[in-house]
């Protein structure tokens, strides 16, 4: 497996969580790929909700703006996903995988991590 998300779990509305996305150094150093954060909800298209460069640089879907922030250590080979104020509507499967929005190919997908969030 070359990308394991995890750190899900079942909030309240307004709760936070962070997610946490393991990797090989190949994916986070070696190729210095831009990374993604990814949500699937139940009858839904899986859609990328932010990533973040090997720089640092960042990119949000405007449904997360404001709300969660996405990070990475390349020397750790992990990433994060730091949610807060969360909402019902950001209940789905989290998976972490290459951006594409500099045409880099997506890597065999992990298993994903599950956000539940009540009203």
């Known amino acids: 497996v070359q990308l394991q998300a995890s750190g899900g779990g079942s909030v309240q509305a307004g709760g936070s969580l962070i997610l946490s996305c393991a990797g090989s150094?190949?994916?986070?150093?070696?190729?210095?790929?831009?990374m993604g954060w990814y949500r699937q909800a139940p009858g839904k298209q899986r859609e990328l909700v932010a990533d973040?460069?090997?720089?640092?640089?960042?990119y949000y879907a405007d449904s997360v703006k404001g709300r969660f922030t996405i990070s990475r250590d390349n020397a750790e080979n992990t990433m994060w996903l730091q949610m807060n104020n969360l909402k019902p509507e950001d209940t789905a499967v989290y998976y972490c995988?290459?951006?594409?929005?500099?045409?880099?190919?997506?890597?065999?997908w992990g298993q994903g991590t599950e956000v539940t969030v009540s009203s």
């Open positions: 150094r190949r994916i986070f150093s070696g190729y210095k790929y831009t």
């Open positions: 973040v460069s090997s720089g640092g640089a960042t």
């Open positions: 995988n290459t951006s594409p929005r500099y045409g880099a190919s997506l890597l065999p």
